[in-house]
């Protein structure tokens, strides 16, 4: 409720400027439609108010057509701009994928999608408060006062104008005050659910009688652990080899367009678009590769968290038929694991992870 409330402040703070005030000629103005629609789509999505991320995409999109069609109103001195629209759907698209990269995942064993309810658990303990919001707020301005003041100064350049660095300074700050700033509150949300015991679903402390009809309950943190040092590298040098992969490509083609015409007059018209755009395009193409090696280092996550105490997650020796041992370890490697010791209400608890899901 409060975060409906937040969300609807903040949409009319990122929309009606915009509408209003026009932005200079040559400003970031494709970054930032890129910025504000990605921001209404992650606040609106996570709101639920509009549903799937297909009703959102069609919802979002629709405003996104209606704000630039409206820009056409004789007196605003504005004008419809398709490129603009571009920018707009390209947040909306790269928000959507993060989303969907960062939301529950059905998949792996019971334990580790408990893990994974916790964790959205503790976030929506933490965007339950109004005071949070603006903790949120205020470390995100925080970064961006940051983020742009830095690139501002340092970030001088002969190609990309001051303004368009500050811009792009601000965001890189702010999305990181804002990074920083939800983790350090997600922790403390779970240290208050645990020792509240609150229910995963309904966020009630345990006990509370509305929690009965909710079918959720509280679970504590699991014992088990993934080793995920690999994964994490894997996934950077996944980013960093596309993102030179981009710039390769880029360089690619100026070097190549001077042999065949039509490769240069493409390059030049989309030379043409401004930089202010390419920048925006580079945005959404490094996204959505973001987004979509978040999701395939989360799969991963999930498929090691199905082998776990099936064999050894250093090693792969098998652990299977081991004698039963107070501490079990690895035979091969020496690797502590925690045994199955048999959960007697699987059944029970998969049925009341189907009502968690948020
Ligand atoms: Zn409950
Ligand atoms: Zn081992």
């Known amino acids: 409720m409060v975060a409906v409330i937040s969300v609807l402040v903040l949409f009319a703070g990122t929309h009606y400027p915009k509408l209003s005030i026009g932005t200079p000629g040559d400003?970031?103005?494709?970054?930032?439609?890129?910025?504000?629609?990605?921001?209404?789509?992650?606040?609106?999505?996570?709101?639920?108010?509009?549903?799937?991320?297909?009703?959102?995409?069609?919802?979002?999109?629709?405003?996104?057509?209606?704000?630039?069609?409206?820009?056409?109103?004789?007196?605003?001195?504005?004008?419809?701009?398709?490129?603009?629209?571009?920018?707009?759907?390209?947040?909306?698209?790269?928000?959507?994928?993060?989303?969907?990269?960062?939301?529950?995942?059905?998949?792996?064993?019971?334990?580790?999608?408990?893990?994974?309810?916790?964790?959205?658990?503790?976030?929506?303990?933490?965007?339950?408060?109004?005071?949070?919001?603006?903790?949120?707020?205020?470390?995100?301005?925080?970064?961006?006062?940051?983020?742009?003041?830095?690139?501002?100064?340092?970030?001088?350049?002969?190609?990309?104008?001051?303004?368009?660095?500050?811009?792009?300074?601000?965001?890189?700050?702010?999305?990181?005050?804002?990074?920083?700033c939800l983790e350090s509150g997600r922790r403390h949300a779970t240290d208050r659910m645990d020792r509240e015991q609150r229910c995963l679903n309904c966020l009630e402390p345990n006990g509370c009688p509305r929690c009965e009809t909710c079918g959720g309950g509280y679970r504590g943190p699991s014992d088990r652990h993934i080793p995920s040092r690999r994964i994490a590298m894997v996934a950077t040098l996944w980013t960093i080899g596309s993102a030179m992969l981009l710039f390769g490509g880029y360089l690619l083609l100026m070097t190549r367009s001077s042999d065949r015409s039509w490769m240069g007059t493409a390059v030049r018209r989309y030379d043409a678009l401004g930089l202010n755009f390419e920048m925006m395009v580079d945005a959404t193409l490094l996204g959505l590769v973001g987004a979509f090696v978040v999701h395939r280092s989360r799969r991963r996550m999930s498929r090691i968290a199905a082998r776990y105490g099936i064999e050894c997650l250093r090693c792969g020796h098998d652990l299977q038929g081991l004698p039963e041992q107070p501490e079990p370890r690895c035979p091969e490697c020496g690797e502590a694991f925690v045994a199955d010791s048999g959960v007697p209400d699987v059944a029970a608890r998969r049925e009341s992870e189907e009502h968690g899901e948020r």
């Open 27 to 180: 400003g970031p103005d494709k970054i930032l439609h890129f910025l504000a629609f990605a921001t209404v789509t992650v606040l609106l999505r996570i709101s639920g108010i509009t549903g799937g991320a297909a009703s959102t995409l069609v919802l979002v999109g629709g405003l996104a057509i209606l704000d630039e069609v409206t820009q056409e109103i004789p007196g605003l001195g504005r004008s419809f701009d398709p490129l603009d629209l571009v920018a707009d759907f390209g947040g909306i698209i790269v928000a959507l994928a993060w989303i969907a990269a960062l939301g529950p995942d059905r998949s792996g064993p019971d334990w580790f999608r408990t893990g994974q309810d916790r964790r959205i658990a503790s976030l929506v303990l933490l965007l339950a408060s109004p005071v949070n919001w603006l903790h949120l707020a205020i470390a995100t301005s925080l970064g961006a006062m940051l983020g742009g003041v830095f690139l501002g100064v340092a970030g001088r350049n002969p190609i990309v104008g001051p303004v368009t660095m500050v811009v792009v300074g601000a965001a890189a700050g702010g999305i990181a005050g804002l990074v920083a």
